[in-house]
């Protein structure tokens, strides 16, 4: 169950406890008396503070995707102003991507964990996955998109969209850190260790992009 701190209000204990639970037992697999209950407070403050269920899933998708969204395009910015030109490659674009997601599971912060592990269960649903990806993260995908158009000026945008997918794909199951890979391999290569995953994803993804865009 989710670690409560003093520090944290009350909140912010519902919110820690209904990311974890969400993230281990998907959103219907969830009851608003067990996140309660994790959290340490009433169900009636839970449904003071968020509403319905839907409400505090939002919550809690909304709370790290602002952070993320800003550390993104933070680093964007960056990566074009260092870039000759304005133009950064393939690789350097897609690294922009990658480096906040290391950075901020790198952090103190253990909800991270359960947040991108979330953001997997949700990008790969047919329920949530279109809806709720488009309302937190299309904005700053598009940012990326459009780096990526000006790095391929060949390409065709149909494979632009097609090769993001991809990434996206490849990094949902990276940040999921199920295990699989620990197992298959025997233990030579494990999920968590996500700084050398997304270093292998950077080349392997660009090599994709270029691949799939030339004319």
């Known amino acids: 169950m989710p670690r409560k701190s003093a520090k944290k209000s009350r909140k912010e204990l519902i919110l820690d406890a209904a990311e974890e639970l ?3 037992h998907g959103f219907d697999g969830v009851k608003l008396r067990t996140i309660s209950g994790a ?7 839970v449904n003071y503070h968020f509403g319905p269920k839907r409400d505090l899933f939002d919550a809690v ?15 964007l910015d960056v990566c074009i102003a260092d870039a000759p030109n304005g133009a950064p490659s393939v690789e350097e674009i897609i690294h ?5 997601m290391g950075i901020v599971q790198g952090s103190a912060d253990e909800g991270w964990r359960h947040y991108f592990a979330l953001v997997a269960y949700v990008n790969n649903s047919p329920e949530f996955g ?16 459009d780096a990526l158009r000006n790095a391929l000026p060949q390409a065709d945008d149909e494979a632009l969209y ?10 949902t199951l990276t940040m999921a850190d199920t295990g699989r890979l620990d197992t298959l ?12 995953g997304y270093a292998h994803m ?14």
């Not at 922009?96 to 906040?100: E, F, V």
């Open 185 to 196: 391999s025997n233990g030579l290569a494990k999920s968590s260790d996500v700084e050398k």
């Open 22 to 24: 969400f993230a281990e």
């Open 61 to 75: 998708l909304n709370r790290r995707a602002e952070v993320l969204n800003q550390v993104r395009s933070d680093a």
């Open 39 to 45: 959290a340490g407070v009433d169900v009636a403050l």
């Open 130 to 145: 279109r809806d709720v990806m488009s309302q937190y993260f299309n904005p700053i995908v598009t940012r990326f998109i």
């Open 202 to 215: 950077i080349p392997f993804i660009a090599a994709g992009f270029r691949a799939i865009c030339a004319r």
């Open 162 to 171: 097609w090769g993001y997918h991809y990434l996206s794909g490849a990094l």
């Open 96 to 100: 922009a991507y990658l480096a906040p």
